[in-house]
Antibody
């Protein structure tokens, strides 16, 4: 199974850009899409979006279009950018395995999570 | 979006006793491939979520056999045959049938 390790800045000021990267090791990177999920303090889990091997993306329509997810298949990494952050974007952000090709194992494995705090 | 409703939201359990958590979906999660696209995860304190059950009733690799999942229509059940102290945490269900993935509210299991 894959192991996911994520990193990025943990403290941002309002209007700055959040950037997180997730590296995948082991398993079959090329057989899955890859997703980002966040959890605000005291709140439930919220799916942000997903990127396929070709770079096509789907985003949660309930979120404003400030998110961008990209993939670097040569490095087995994918990234999340969020522009113009506000206090409401404070959350733990997780990367996770997404949709699979036919025949690949089902279920999702998650990164360790990054607490991102937005504060002036 | 598909709404997943979990119950109970809090579950105190005596060690060794069984436990059951329900996840009810607002729509069928049955894919044309014949599988129900619902997974169960456990988030232990301070940790990221770990996969327990995938496609409704399949136990993930390395998961103890005291965990099991079942499906009846749009009702999904996670059962723990005998709770152990290490099972403490928040259990949640997740559907991946639709493009927009959604989660249950979570059920907090703790030891009496």
């Amino acid at each position: 199974q894959e192991r996911l390790h994520q990193w990025g800045a943990g403290l941002l000021k309002p209007s700055e850009t959040l950037s997180l990267t997730c590296a995948v090791s082991g398993g079959s990177f090329s057989r899955y899409s890859w997703r980002w999920i966040r959890q605000a303090p005291g709140q439930g889990l919220e799916w942000i979006g997903e990127v396929s091997q070709t770079g096509s993306t789907n985003y949660n329509p309930s979120l404003k279009s400030r998110f961008a997810i990209s993939i670097d298949t040569s490095k087995k990494q994918f990234s999340l950018n969020l522009t113009s952050v506000t206090v409401a974007d404070t959350a733990v952000y997780y990367c996770a395995r997404g949709r699979r090709v036919v025949g690949a194992a089902a279920g999702s494995y998650w990164g360790q999570g990054n607490l991102v705090t937005v504060s002036s | 979006d598909i709404v997943l409703t979990q119950s109970p939201l809090s579950l105190p359990v005596t060690p060794g006793e069984p436990a059951s958590i329900s996840c009810r979906s607002s729509q069928s999660l049955l894919h044309t491939d014949g599988h129900n696209y619902l997974d169960w995860y456990l988030q232990k304190p301070g940790k990221s979520p770990q996969l327990l059950i995938y496609l409704g009733s399949n136990r993930a690799s390395g998961v103890p056999d005291r965990f099991s999942g079942s499906v009846s229509g749009t009702d999904f059940i996670l059962k723990i045959s005998g709770v152990e102290a290490e099972d403490v945490g928040v259990y949640f269900c997740m559907q991946a049938l639709q493009t927009v993935i959604t989660f249950g509210q979570g059920t907090r299991l703790d030891i009496k």
